[in-house]
């Protein structure tokens, strides 16, 4: 496990939560994870600079050569010399303009191949992360860093390989031109560049942590949206409209109020550049003119007088580049750490040094398995769970909202590590297998189904990609969802929008059950994956699973008895322990939690089942009279 720990995250609505600490990477540690990403396009990155320092050499020349010009001039240069210094400026001045365009164009393609390549990374890192490593993340905040901080971060790294390199260069080159211009004149250059200089890198010292506070607020808001978003039936079917509005609103407002701090720090940057020229120009004018006028030309000549106004020019315009890279290197920053931290995370759960690539049958076996999502959590979510499961036997799964009935599958595939104990799967510990070969025979139809924008066909094919149209369709059919697709204007082609919008919810249970039987797995496990059909396509579908994958063992978690009452054994869990293990008939005598259940989905068949049970003629039978 990653060590990096402690940092806070603001969520919404002003409470803090621990999160990721990207503050203890050192700069070394950022430079080198970003650069990794870097790779093909290193050529572009490594030439931008030499195109740049070829741009401002000229730039540099330039000024000096027309000082030459009008000095000649003032001498009473006839149209050969002028002719001369014409054509040296005109070829100095093509030269520059390709080495800036082409800077420009290996700028562009350094930057956006670094901005793909990096993307690439933070989504490759994202798919290796366990459960655990998402939920300290935290799924909105991760689509930011995939988005806005790797945007930050191109815009930097543009700015770094050719305007970082551009300002501080044609700084330097006007001060030394300056200085074999104007003599000691130039000082003033460096004086003014010197405290420019240390205001600028205030600034940008004050803000670094401001931006820290903003980037976990982005994520809070984003968390906010996604939730909203994907809860908006449940908000307008309460009418909450207006209240959500006010929530998102008063966000926004915290988040303008950071931005519009931090815009008023940076807001400094433009009166210390304005009072910065209007020194420099000030004494250049001032002391130059002074020099002209009281040597008669002999100690400064209106040529050089020229050339450093150029030249102070010059110097400033790159010193306001200077702050502006200063703005977005300093906002970017942050998000290289976001990004860092996503790509430095270790994985909670990751295949061993000698994994085995052969699962030998269907058993399942937890031994005193206690699990927590976390260390310093008040109780565990599974306590001592000694369970051991057949191959091909039938398992149910019932209990109460928070009996931990998810949790408990969800270690079979290995989506989470046991925090104690052992869970085997054919007999072998599932920490010794290969993570693609476990869950490859462990299909899991999750609570919350999924389906991607795709064709229906894409979608099961995620089953098995090679499977043939004929073992799609009965396992289409085994699932009940044959019937409603031929029913669809292009069939299997039918096209589901993201997330399955289009598609009822008992359907897309039942495309989802389709996919996993595609995958003829060893486990099969239902995680309440018939709650949204009706009972009679629920036994239709269990029917269909019992003569498709008869080898198969399934685990079928359910809020109905009725689902489960066909099982060879039926686990009752209450507060993340095994209350008890049995037949439906024996739980129905000994299990209170059990046949309470039943009793309240079966009221009025409870008092006949259990009179047959003990072998009692209904009081109703002999006297003629129905049974209420």
Known sequence: MSARRGQNDVRADGTVVAGPDGASLSYGQIFSTLGASVREFMRPTLLTPVLVVGEVAIECVIPFITAQLIDQLQAGAGMEVIARYSL????????????????????????????????????????GFSF???????????????????????????????????????????IVMAFLTGGAMAIIYVIVSLLLGVGVFGVALKVMPLFRRVFKKYDALNDFVEE?????????????????????????????????????????????????????????????????????????????MSALITYGFSMLISLMMLSMIFVMVTMSEESSRRICEVLVETPDIKNPDHPRYTVLDGSVDFDHVSFAYDRDAERPALDDIDLHIRSGEVIGIIGGTGSSKSTLIQ?????????????????RDVREYDLDTLRGEVAVVLQRNVLFSGTIRENLLWGDPDATDEELIEAARLAQADEFVQRMPKKYDTYVEQGGTNVSGGQKQRLCI???????????????????????????????????????????????TSSVEDADRIVVMRDGRIDAIGTHEELLRANDIYRETYTSQNKQSHDLKMGAMAGVEDPGQGQGGSHE
């Open 88 to 127: 040296i400026l005109v070829a100095l001045a093509v030269i520059s303009l390709a080495c800036g365009a082409g800077a420009g164009v290996t700028c562009s393609i350094a930057a956006t191949g670094f901005a793909r390549n990096l993307r690439s990374d933070l989504f490759r890192a994202i798919q």
């Open 132 to 174: 655990s490593n998402i939920d300290r993340f935290s799924t909105s905040s991760l689509v930011t860093r995939l988005t806005t901080d790797t945007n930050n971060v191109q815009l930097a790294y543009m700015m770094i390989i050719r305007t970082a390199i551009r300002a501080p260069m044609l700084i330097v080159f006007a």
């Open 228 to 304: 909203n978003v994907s809860g908006i039936r449940v908000v307008k079917s309460f009418v909450r409209e207006d209240y959500e509005c006010k929530r998102f609103r008063q966000t926004s407002l915290d988040l303008r109020h950071d931005f519009l701090h931090i815009e008023r720090i940076f807001a400094l940057n433009a009166p210390m550049m304005t009072l910065a020229i209007d020194v420099i120009y000030t004494f250049v004018i001032y002391f130059g003119s002074m020099a002209i006028v009281s040597s008669a030309g002999r100690a400064m000549q209106v040529g050089q």
């Open 411 to 427: 270690l079979i595939s290995r989506l989470y590590d046991v925090s104690d104990g052992t869970v085997k799967v054919g007999g």
């Open 514 to 560: 389709a996919r996993a039987l595609l995958r003829r797995p060893k486990v099969l496990v239902l995680d309440d994956s018939t709650s949204a059909v009706d009972t009679k396509t629920d036994k239709l579908i269990r029917q269909g699973l019992m003569t498709f994958v008869p080898q198969t063992t399934k685990i079928i978690i359910a809020q109905r």
